[in-house]
């Protein structure tokens, strides 16, 4: 199965505070990429709004070319994992 993860225009707001603004890019199967910035610049909401724990405000997440927005939990699941940084 070729996978290729596709993010397209993804925006996201904790309040009135913009966290994401139009982030775009794509991961195939077999690549590596790491998300890198200071604290508090999107990185893990950023990780969350790919996995479906978050709903983007704009733009959409693909895998394969399917939007998870319109996949369930498990669907997602099935294709990738999340381990948050701390369980509080």
């Known amino acids: 199965m070729a996978m290729k ?4 225009n993804v925006t996201f707001s904790y309040k009135s505070t913009p966290t994401l603004k ?10 590596i990429a790491s998300l890198v910035g200071p604290n508090g610049s999107g990185k893990t909401t950023l990780l969350k709004c790919i996995d479906g724990i978050l709903k983007p405000h704009g733009g959409s997440v693909f895998i394969d070319g399917k939007r998870i927005s319109n996949m369930s939990l498990k ?3 099935k294709l990738m994992g999340y381990v948050p940084q701390s369980v509080s």
Do not use: D, P, R
């Not at 993860?5 to 397209?8: A, D, K, P, R």
């Not at 139009?22 to 690549?31: D, P, Q, R, S, W």
């Open 5 to 8: 993860l596709t993010i397209q």
């Open 75 to 77: 669907e997602i699941s």
């Open 22 to 31: 139009a982030v775009c890019f794509e991961i195939n199967k077999g690549e």
